[in-house]
């Protein structure tokens, strides 16, 4: 099974953005895939201080290294998603954006 890394904003509204990423990890799996979901250590960390969300960033490049590709998601670029994407550009890890329509066509609704 392939392993996908889920790329997707997480800081600013924690909250919301997490209830997000639940969608795009559903619509991978639905994909046939294994998502790599590092969004969910801020369930554990707090995204909100400089030290932990280094240590959670580090962890999900860490998870990153080992995946077939990144899939990006939604429609805003982050500072942490630029970092991840020129990660994948120095290891030629091939990366797919999913657009809202191709989520809403394979597991419907919208948030």
Not at 24 to 45: D, I, N, Q, R, S
Request: charged share 25%; net charge neutral; with cysteine.
């Amino acid at each position: 099974m392939k392993k996908v890394y889920i790329c997707a904003p997480l800081g600013g509204n924690v909250r919301e953005n997490l209830e997000r990423v639940k969608r795009y990890a559903e619509y991978a799996l639905k994909c046939g895939t294994a998502p790599v979901v590092p969004h969910f250590y801020a369930l554990c960390l707090d995204d909100a201080d400089p030290k932990q969300r280094q240590l959670g960033m580090a962890a999900g490049l860490a998870l990153l290294e080992i995946c077939d590709e990144m899939w990006i998601f939604g429609n805003t670029v982050s500072e942490g998603m630029r970092g991840e994407i020129r990660f994948c550009d120095r290891r030629r890890i091939p990366m797919k954006s999913i657009s809202e329509q191709e989520i809403q066509t394979m597991i419907g609704g919208t948030i």
